[in-house]
């Protein structure tokens, strides 16, 4: 879940002093990279999937299932027999934001050949195997997005109760501090969420009912002023950052051959993040309820929205420099190829003065206006040690504001000094039960960019559109209910080529006029028209654009 830096963590009140000093340090590291490495090209393509996992014992007698707390121990000693034994080790491990969570990749990233997409699953079950091989008697490493008792009482081994009281980093009613990772960023970055807020995170999810749920549906909260004033009816109230980044996904990062390559698949790519988030929907349930919702998007954007009142509009602007309309973990606010910029209808807040002073240093529009939107957060969290660095060879200071927003895309700059290339990550999918079922998801979404950049593929609709396609993916049963708004005809672009997309848009069509509302299963089946099957692309869909690219690759 991003940067971890070593050292003793700041007070919010000081880390609130630097944060001009971090933004300001971040921009001169960005611009340092940028100048060493934009014209960086030929790269090939790498990659690599990211899956969470949480720890769950099984006490069959008393049935009943909890979270187990040894997510630091485990790390250690899954670190200890691989990477640092063995440089080469197939697997590589890393802290989440649960202490009842990890995070496991492949140790070196893949290649673009066939047969390395038939090795995937294959090491997500080395990964379960090896983790599963360090539990406890009865425990269980489990691929859930979001645990049906988070937040119940007794919900973690060993059991804890929670504490709303000043001092804790949640002070939540149900989500005890000790579930929260111990490595020091992960406590800051809850406790300063919610100094920064001014209150308590609030996340209210819809209830499911069914002929035995009380309607209206109510919960009282008498001896919690804050908790009475956020909790809704019909919803499922939840108060703590844990209730977010306490569940599980599966990401997937691509290196791009190119800076442009990278800005045109990040772009195409948003747009398939609500209909892959909407296949891939596995969260249904929380704090013990079961909710109408079946995506957690919504959850973990509310569980580190860190916006004031006045930055959500709720009052005038005094304090705060920016009305902003969404929390840092949300969906893209624009596109960063050529071809997106005619389709960029969203209002960005950007910080303008940074947005100047990459323009002065030659960045372009897009790239500039990107950049000053992540820019307008604070730093959430800051290391003593690491206040003042090098800003020709480090990126602690961009890494952190860029790692805490948490985007359905994320465009990455290589590190200082390194040979990795421009990467994108893919960050909507919910993370599946089985190794295939997760390796499938992985495999396609790569397969994709291979059609994407094979057959210049153009999926761009305005961003405001993929937005309200965000809001449909996490309805119950968007999968096969679901309308969303989809490109005609995706072949058309031609134009939509990589490096086209440097130059300006000459299309005239009108935006309105080249999408319209699909179901999912027409999107990645296509709806075979006798006339047109197999005519373009487009009547494919895009399961059968990936076995076109399939077969193509393994020729
Ligand atoms: N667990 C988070 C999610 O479900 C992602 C955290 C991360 O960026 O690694 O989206
Ligand atoms: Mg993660």
């Known amino acids: ?175 005890p501090d000790e579930a929260i990772n111990k490595h020091p960023r992960f406590a800051t970055l809850t406790r300063n969420i919610r100094h920064r807020r001014g209150e308590k995170v609030a996340i209210n999810v819809p209830i499911f009912k069914d002929k035995n749920t009380p309607s209206p549906f109510v919960e009282t909260f008498p001896e919690d002023e804050e908790a009475a004033n956020a909790a809704k009816p019909d919803h499922i109230y939840m108060d703590a950052m844990g209730f977010g980044m306490g569940n599980c996904c599966l990401q997937v990062t691509f290196q791009a051959c190119s800076i442009s390559e990278a800005r045109y698949l990040y772009d195409q790519l948003a747009t398939i993040c609500p209909i892959v988030m909407a296949l891939s929907a596995a969260s249904p349930f929380y704090r013990g309820y079961v909710s109408d919702i079946d995506c957690r998007w919504g959850v973990i954007s509310a569980s580190v929205d860190d916006r004031t009142r006045e930055e959500r509009g709720l009052e005038p602007l005094k304090n705060n420099r920016f009305r902003i309309s969404k929390s840092r973990y949300d969906s893209i606010d624009s596109y960063l190829s050529k071809c997106g910029e005619k389709y960029n209808d969203i209002d960005l807040t950007i910080d303008k003065e940074i947005y100047e002073q990459l323009l002065r240093e030659g960045i372009d529009h897009l790239l500039a206006q990107h950049v000053a939107h992540l820019f307008i957060r604070d730093p959430l969290t800051l290391f003593e040690e690491k206040i003042n660095l090098d800003d020709a060879n480090e990126s602690d200071h961009f890494e952190n504001i860029q790692s805490t927003n948490w985007q359905t895309m994320r465009f990455k700059p290589p590190p200082p000094n390194s040979d990795i290339g421009w990467r994108v990550e893919f960050r909507p999918m919910e993370v599946q039960l089985t190794d295939f079922e997760n390796s499938a998801y992985v495999v396609f979404v790569v397969l994709l960019t291979r059609v994407i950049l094979s057959y210049k593929l153009d999926f761009l609709i305005p961003l405001s559109k993929v937005d309200e396609n965000m809001k449909m993916a996490q309805k119950r049963d968007a999968v096969l209910q679901g309308m969303f708004y989809f490109r005609k005809d995706i072949c058309k672009g031609g134009n939509a080529v990589v490096d086209s997309c440097s130059k300006a848009q000459t299309s005239s069509e009108p935006a309105a006029e080249e999408y319209t509302l699909m179901s999912i299963d027409t999107i990645i089946n296509g709806k075979v028209q006798p006339e047109q099957a197999l005519s373009s692309m487009g009547r494919c869909g895009l399961n059968g654009a990936c076995a076109v690219s399939a077969s193509w690759q393994s020729v």
């Open 1 to 175: 879940m991003g940067l971890l830096s070593q050292g003793s963590p700041l007070s919010w009140e000081e880390t609130q002093r630097h944060a001009d000093h971090v933004r300001r340090h971040g921009i001169l590291q960005f611009l340092h990279i940028y100048h060493a490495v934009k014209d960086r090209h030929k790269d090939v393509l790498k990659w690599g999937d990211e899956v969470e996992y949480m720890l769950v014992s099984f006490n069959h007698e008393n049935r009943k299932v909890q979270l187990v707390l040894s997510g630091e121990d485990v790390l250690e000693t899954l670190q200890e027999k691989g990477e640092r034994t063995n440089p080469n080790h197939p697997t590589l491990w890393r802290p989440e934001y649960g202490s009842y969570m990890i995070e496991g990749t492949p140790g070196q990233p893949y290649g673009g050949t066939m047969s390395e997409f038939n090795t995937v699953e294959d090491n997500m079950r080395k990964r379960r195997k090896e983790a599963t091989s360090v539990l406890g008697e009865n425990q269980a490493l489990c691929t859930i997005t979001s645990f049906p008792r988070l937040g119940c009482p007794g919900f973690t081994l060993p059991e804890h109760k929670p504490n709303p009281k000043e001092g804790g980093a949640s002070k939540s009613l149900f989500f």
